[in-house]
């Protein structure tokens, strides 16, 4: 449906869509394939995009809106090699006076192509450089889904007035990155807010020194294994009880705060009793000519917020006590869970492409 390599940039990109049973293009949907690092292909020129992205912050990808120009010129769906073959002009054209990084190009080509097939769903995927491309587009072209491998984090490269909107739950539950806690590429978040759900993957097994030293050994779409389509997860037990148990003991506060609030409302009242049997007590002894101890009690009544004896809200007061256990209940609640997935998980070996999926009902 679409394919685009830049000799310049690096950029390596293909639009894909199924073939149905009777052979004929399912257009409905629509696949964004963008490729990873090849440290060495195009002079080197995917390890100057990573670079880009490593110092986002301080400008670069989708922060400055493209031009009319650029959209002609990197736009052209029909256009599948840039800088071979070109005339001296155009090769000048793409490589000085309008030059362009791999981020903005990948947006550009990608909206020509959603523009010209109209699917109804769009995905994307990828690994390393390819990965963050695609959840970067993701964001921008509001991809149905995206699963990615080892990507860095491109949400500096996003537009400031999307990352001023950006809302995560929007895309935790569809967006996925799947690492390996051995990739200081994939696990870092250069300082920014996370794009998507980043789903742990079983590690590698280094050998040796040099292998334990090395940051990036869990990087290679090559240490991943698969089951059929999915990604073997691998869960620590311990790690699952250890969260379990933090979470346990993390509702103690919530006890701690249901029993001050009952406490406060027990002594409001007691406090309020006793202010009012002080003052009948003492028009009881037969100084007060004018106040019987009816008066007192209707008093009590006016002065009280909820009813007698209650100087509080006390509908504010009851939701909040629901609030609190509620919470508590929730929480505890799932932490059982995950202590039942994480026994399950173990005892049977089961393999799973996302990790969230086993919380559900």
Partial sequence: MGFRQN?????????????????EVNTDELYMVYAGTEPTADFGADIFEDTKIGFAKFGGGLQFPTTRTQQQLYGN????????????SDFSRYFITDSISQSKESFIFTESVIK???PKHVYGAGHSLGGGLAMLNGVMHNFDGVRVFSAP????????EVKESYKAEKYDGK?????????????????AERIGLQVYAEDVENNGLLGTLNPISGHSITTFNFNGDSVRIKMNMEEMKRIADKLINAVDFVDDAIKKLE?????????ARRIEQKYIDKIDSGNYKYIKPIDISDHMQEISVSRKYKFYNEEYFDSALNELHNFKNKTTVFAQQLMYAGYKMESRDKELGELYRIFEE
């Fill in 263 to 271: 406490d406060y409302m027990d002594e409001t009242e007691k406090i």
């Fill in 7 to 23: 000799k310049i940039n690096g950029l390596k990109m293909a639009a894909l869509s199924p073939v149905k049973k009777d052979g």
């Fill in 77 to 88: 769906v029909d256009k599948k090699v840039i800088g071979s073959n070109e005339k001296f």
């Fill in 175 to 191: 967006f996925f990155n799947y690492l390996h806690r051995s990739d200081l590429i994939g696990n870092h978040d250069l300082f």
């Fill in 153 to 160: 984090n491109t949400f500096d490269l996003l537009p400031k």
């Fill in 116 to 118: 010209k097939q109209k």
